[in-house]
């Protein structure tokens, strides 16, 4: 009889302490992957070029400067955000479809500082490093051509904010900016500026 009752009190303790364990252990969960963007980015735009220089008559019109009509054509951006304030920048453009004074071409290298002033909205500046082309329309004539400083400015909207850090997530915006590939070059010191707009995509 004895024997009994003890079989009888190790089976419930073994019991007891089974179903106590099984409290303590936490079902297995998956580790969760977070889903990140890649700081790539690409933009295409329209361009409006603004090209002078300096008068090369002589008498009277010497010192003047001249100025091309307003020319049109378009832009192709490549960058790389390294964090929400800093990124760098691959630029081609070339206006060259109408006017009937010069074409400007240039292609060069920018360092972006920027700052995001809002979940939507980032503001950025540009300074680089590139090879500019103008071209004269009425005789072929290269205005200038050679490498130089550039530098501009300007803004860019995500349509698809969210973070908190401007131009940050996958998805489509827009900019329009502005940039000075040339000042005062050559020998007719000529000036190059350009106002660009189009549209982004951000992988």
């Not at 019109?61 to 790389?80: E, H, I, P, S």
């Not at 205005?143 to 130089?148: I, K, M, N, S």
């Amino acid at each position: 009889m004895f024997r009994e009752h003890l079989i009888s009190l190790l089976a419930a303790g073994l019991l007891l302490s089974s179903v106590h364990a099984g409290k303590n252990v936490e079902p297995a969960q998956s580790p969760v992957i977070p889903v990140t963007t890649i700081p790539f980015y690409i933009g295409i735009g329209g361009v409006m070029g603004m090209v002078s220089n300096d008068c090369p008559c002589a008498g009277r019109q010497k010192g003047k400067r001249m100025y091309d009509t307003t020319n049109f054509g378009g832009l192709l951006r490549v960058g790389y955000n390294f964090n929400p304030y800093f990124g760098i920048e691959v630029r081609f453009l070339r206006s060259q479809l109408n006017g009937n004074y010069a074409i400007t071409t240039h292609y060069g290298l920018y360092a972006k500082p920027q700052y995001p002033v809002s979940d939507s909205v980032n503001v950025y500046g540009l300074i680089g490093y590139g090879r500019t082309k103008i071209d004269c329309k009425r005789n072929n004539d290269p205005l200038y051509e050679g490498f130089g400083w550039s530098f501009g400015g300007g803004a860019e909207y995500d349509f698809a904010a969210g973070d908190g850090q401007g131009d940050a997530e996958e998805g489509w915006g827009a900019f329009v900016d502005y940039q000075n590939v040339l000042r005062d070059s050559g020998k007719l010191k000529v000036r190059s500026n350009v106002v660009s707009a189009g549209v982004t995509y951000d992988f």
